[in-house]
Each structure stands twice: as structure tokens, then as C-alpha cells.
């Protein structure tokens, strides 16, 4: 893989962690990591390390608990095989469960972590108003937590930058459909936004910030032709409020969607083509772990990439690190880019470049500046502020 498509697969650090705790581990260090699969022999390195300053539990070998959001999700499975690879290099054991998309469940499997006494705790829940309670347990139990894409009071965070990777897609999405059909048709058109309300305001941040995006780069679109829904992070949910919508829309006029993920962006393409409006429909995504419908589908132009099957490489040295009682920082945000039908092989050589050029594209970085500011003030955000990038 080329230097240049590592930097790009990189995680940055928010302004002021990285000076913090910049410190090399075995060969990893938050502030310059590129995300590539550590040797085997530095992750056992890593685990000797940890195991002086935190004995094993049961007295023998570390036990880390991974718990997933659903394991039918694309990207949630990607994710899990890239933490089952790393800890199978390390020589650690994993335990496995699925939260199942649902806050009480979730609750139930951390009890059940708590129970089996494991060494360290991998958290993708969707939940929000189940958190607090969960890392309330595992604090009284002692047992540290690395909490993905949905941030947990007390847990290193790990995964999307929200108001970035949204106002990538917003933004692309108009400027692609500007390209297509021009700025007076796409004025005319109607925005669908496939939000995913449960998380709280973190994830809001993404959805919040497609919307932004979309807005900052076709100014005077009417906000009345701006339709959100709750996808509730499927595809078929997507699909079923989305074919709710469409009937509403004037034939002929421009649909544009995007969503919390890939899978919720797929079921608004599928419910407007069986609407008969395949002529009407772009859509972007956000993830590209549907890369197939990426691919395949013309209307699905592009995705913003954040690497699923790569956040094993970051996850198992984090939990690591961490019981080596070296500093990790309280956040770890995803460098994203966009991912289109004419630069996908350069990031997953298995699918096929597209021929020809990726649409002309620029990221409306003064918009997106003045986007943070409001966000910065966003009462509902004062106690994650450090989850907010500063430019």
C-alpha cells in the first residue's frame, strides 16, 4: 500500500491530545499511527508489558470483551473481524456478544463481562440513555473501556470525527447533484436525511452535519424540502420511511438522501428506485463498507470512508496500552475521505475502479468552521466538547 493511501487510512488526534500523550508503545503511538496491522511479535509485546503492571484476572491470560452493535451490520462485523484478527496475533482471548442495537441488552452483556470477571472491554453500543449505567458498573467492577462511535462518560472514544465525515457527505452529495443536474433543479429538489435520534447528540453531530453540508453548498435551498427521519441505523427502516416520504415528492424532481451509515442510505436508494424514481435519486454514503452497492449502484455515488475493517489495529493496542498503565488519550478520531466508483480500488484493490474522473469536489471549509462554532456552543454538547474537532 502506497505512503500516500496510509496517510490517508491514518487516525488524527483532536488539537491538544496528541502533544499530551504522545508516547511510542511497541511500535504504536496515537499521534502517528497509520492504522496498518502491527507485527504479532510487538502486540505480544504489548500484552508482556501490560500483564506487569495489570495481572491477568484469572491468573493465566488476558480476557477482553468486545461487545458489537449488531453482528448482521456490515460495518459492525468488519469491525468485529478486525478485532478478532488483532487479538488472535496478540495471544489474547476474546469474548464476543451482540448488543443487538438495543440499549437494555447491552446493559445485560456488560453484566454478564462484569460477571465473567474479563481484563478490559471493547463497547459499540447505540444506546445513549444506557451509558451512564453501564460504565457505572465497570467502574465499581474496575474494568476499563474503550467506547466506539458512541461516546460512554468515563471511556477513551474511539471512531468517527461526527461533524467532519457529515459535513463530507452533505457537501459532496450537493455538489455532486449540482454537477448533474444543475442549481436550479437541485433547489427544486428534497433533501432526505436518515438521523439516528437514540445515540444522543454524538451521533446527531454526523446527521446534523450532512444537513449543514448539504445546505452550506447550495445556498437558498428551501429548509421545508429538508425531510428527516429515524432510520434507527438499518437499512430496512430506511427503506420503510423513506417509501412513507417519496409519494409526497413531485415526480421528476431531484432526491438527494444520506444517512447515519451505508445501510440506512442503501434503503432510501432501494425505496425511491421501487418508487419508479431511479432517474430522480443520488445518494451518499457514510462508512463505504458497502462497497459492492458502491460499486454497483450508479446513484450511489459516493461514501465517506471510515475503515471499519481497520479499527482492530487501533482498538487491541489502545486496551493494551491502557493496561500497561501508559496515558491514552480520551479521544481517537477517524481521518476520513471520500470514497467514489473511481477510487475505490485504491482503497480496496478487490473492487474495480470506475473509468474517468471522480466529480469535481471542494470542501467548504469556511462553512464547516462556522459549523463548529455553534456546535462549541451547544449546551446539549458541554461535556464532550473534546469530541468536537477545532477546525
Known sequence: MTKRIMAALAVALLAGTAAAHAEDFHGFDPATFDGAPLPPANLKAMVVDAMKATPPRNGKNYVIGFANLQRGITFCALVEQGIVAEAKAAGVDLDVVDNNLDGATALTNAESFINRNVDYVIEFQTDANFGATIMQKMKDAGIKVVAIDIPMPGATFFGVNNPRAGFMGGSYLAQAAIAKWGVDKVKAGYFLEGELPQSGPIPAMRTGG???????????????????????????????????????????????????NDQATTGILRAVKQAGRENDIMVVGLGADEKDTLAGEPAFVASVGSFPERY???????????????????????????????????????HPCAPGESAAYTFPQAAFETNLVALQKDPSLADVKNLIPTK
Do not use: R
Request: hydrophobic fraction near 40%.
Open 312 to 350: 482492530g489495529n487501533w482498538l487491541l493496542p489502545i486496551a493494551l496500552e491502557t493496561l500497561a498503565g501508559k496515558p491514552v488519550p480520551a479521544s481517537v478520531l477517524i481521518n476520513h475521505v471520500m470514497v467514489t466508483k473511481q477510487t475505490i480500488c485504491k482503497y480496496y484493490p478487490d
Open 210 to 260: 450532512q444537513v449543514a453540508g448539504f445546505l452550506a453548498s447550495v445556498p437558498g435551498f428551501d429548509p421545508s424540502h429538508v425531510l428527516k427521519f429515524d432510520s434507527k441505523n438499518t437499512l430496512e427502516e430506511s427503506f420503510t420511511q423513506t417509501n412513507s416520504l417519496v409519494g409526497k415528492i413531485p415526480a421528476g424532481v431531484p432526491v438527494m438522501g444520506t444517512a447515519i
